[in-house]
């Protein structure tokens, strides 16, 4: 049994078990090189096969590094840590011979169990996203180097967006538009514009690896959004033109989608919705939830 001396230093002990699991984790999240401080990062292709030492400019941007659910994605620690405490606190609550000592143990035990709820319910809700992955690229590419340094629209290399279904990856023929004069870059100096002609000579595409997923069952088709609804690119992207190495900004959730559909009002100056002009009252703005824009089989087959 407990005496009142004992279960107050291992309710102390198991507190402060508890504030170093998170120390321990914030240390390991500073100490980590920047490309590795988000798990998801990590899950990229080891054939893009180029390490930080090879590559020490393609890094995730300080301002993108943590995004994800939870911690950043480094809920492990978080979690076991808080599982152990919330069992000796529970051990104390049980055992503990007064008031004060079974008091400190219910909080200790309501503290642990709120971060074990918060951390399982954004691992859930999680499942099937990849918000926050970034993948390292066969060939670097810094969007803030082409989209904001040199002001390149994004549909100049993404032309596809506004026609198609697919945004479109740009042919090494496209990069050629530039690159065949450019030749060296301020950052990266020759070696990885040289990769495109390596790519020419074998005759053989780039592997770029894809950033945003969706499940299968989940229709979306670029041109509908950029051309007939006017959607910025970095409504659903994120600010990606100040991404050097890109990353999944947004949840790219049902929920996200229809928060926008059921915001946004659709736009009839174009030959998508010209006709709905004819069916509105004077005034009237339908929103996209309105033409179903909230239907199931709108985005599901």
Not at 27 to 35: G, H, I, L, N
Request: net charge positive; charged share 20%; with cysteine.
């Amino acid at each position: 049994m407990f005496s009142r001396r004992k279960s107050m230093i291992f309710m102390l002990v198991a507190f402060l078990f508890m504030l170093s699991g998170f120390a321990t984790l914030s240390a390991q999240e500073s100490a980590k090189s920047p490309e590795k401080k988000t798990v998801q990062a990590e899950k990229s292709s080891s054939a893009s096969a180029s390490s930080s030492e090879d590559r020490p400019y393609d890094v995730i941007d300080e301002e993108f590094r943590h995004i994800g659910p939870g911690f950043g994605g480094m809920n492990a620690i978080p979690f076991w840590v808080a599982l152990v405490v919330f069992l000796l606190a529970m051990g104390g609550l049980i055992k503990g011979k007064n008031k004060l000592i079974k008091g400190i143990s219910g909080l200790v035990a309501l503290v642990a169990f709120g971060v074990i709820a918060y951390i399982t319910y954004w691992e859930a809700r999680s499942l099937g996203r990849q918000q926050g992955y970034a993948p390292v690229q066969p060939i670097w590419f810094s969007h803030k180097v082409h989209a904001t340094q040199n002001n390149i629209d994004c549909e100049y290399c993404h032309s596809d967006a506004r026609s198609s279904r697919h945004a479109g990856i740009p042919s090494l023929n496209v990069c050629l538009n530039c690159h065949s004069m450019v030749k060296e870059g301020k950052i990266s100096g020759k070696k990885e514009i040289s990769k495109i002609y390596q790519h020419l000579d074998q005759k053989k595409p780039i592997e770029w690896i894809k950033v945003h997923n969706l499940p299968d069952h989940v229709y979306f088709n670029h041109a509908q959004h950029v051309q007939a609804g006017k959607v910025a690119c970095q409504e659903c992207h994120g600010p990606v033109e100040r991404m050097n190495r890109v990353v999944e900004y947004t949840e790219l959730s049902m929920k996200f989608c229809l928060d926008c559909h059921r915001e946004r009002e659709i736009i009839t100056d174009n030959q998508y919705y010209a006709l709905y002009k004819f069916h509105l009252n004077p005034g009237e703005k339908p929103k996209v939830k309105d033409i179903g824009g909230q239907d199931c089989s709108s985005c599901h087959y």
